[in-house]
């Protein structure tokens, strides 16, 4: 059972344009939401997050938006650039008391065309 | 400071064979983590420690044990290696109950 889900595998953008991968949830005890970047041959780097008392967290050209109703939340980078090329992954977190465990989607690989 | 550091980058094991992945943070971190991401998967949550001697389940933890003598330190430990067991291994720290964890660069490990 999927708790998190990334239904796209894939994304390719111009350089210059706006990415938006998107993340899906099932489990409505998640009350946290975080969005990791990963290069090949790395470990995960986080990237942005945001509470769900909160609709939209933003750090510079990266903002994230959480529609609670719709279980559903987007992470937009404008403008891309051929370095936010990476696989991206959405997690939870907000069950199992204070243990911070995360569930991740299965990732979308980013990338950016110059 | 070093961050989240994880030894051997890469290893190759026979079936039945058994190892140690070392996990070391410099952060003064509380919380550990071990995850294991398969292709075309997310991460998922093997075990996990929320101080020196407290360690639970995560969400695949056949075939792994941990233990967590000090607050930097948290191997993971492979007693019989299976091919189901070929992977790439994080392990991850934090502070406190809330917010980003922070990786290490992985291990991977093939069982032939």
């Known amino acids: 059972d999927q708790q998190v889900k990334q239904n796209s595998p894939s994304l390719s953008v111009q350089e210059g344009r706006i990415s938006i991968l998107n993340c899906d949830y099932t489990n409505s005890m998640f009350d946290y939401f975080l969005w990791y970047k990963k290069y090949p041959a790395e470990g995960p780097t986080f990237l942005i997050s945001i509470s769900s008392i909160k609709d939209k967290n933003e750090d510079g050209r990266f903002t994230v938006f959480l529609n609670k109703s719709a279980k559903h939340l987007s992470l937009h980078i404008v403008p891309s650039q051929p370095g936010d090329s990476a696989v991206y992954f959405c997690?939870?977190?907000?069950?199992?008391?204070?243990?911070?465990?995360?569930?991740f989607g299965t990732g979308t690989l980013l990338a950016v065309q110059p | 400071n070093a961050g989240v550091t994880q030894t051997p980058k890469f290893r190759i094991l026979k079936i039945g064979q058994s190892m140690t992945l070392q996990c070391t943070q410099d952060?003064?971190?509380?919380?550990m983590y071990w995850y294991r991401q398969d292709p075309g998967m997310g991460l998922k949550l093997i075990y996990y420690s929320v101080g020196a001697g407290i360690t639970d389940k995560g969400e695949v933890p056949n075939g792994y044990n941990v233990s967590r003598s000090t607050t930097e330190d948290f191997p993971l430990r492979l007693e019989l290696a299976a091919p189901s067991q070929t992977s790439v291994y994080f392990c991850a720290s934090t502070y406190g109950g809330v917010g980003e964890q922070f990786f290490g660069p992985g291990t991977r490990l093939t069982v032939l």
């Open positions: 997690a939870a977190s907000g069950v199992g008391g204070a243990t911070n465990k995360l569930i």
């Open positions: 952060m003064n971190h509380n919380y």
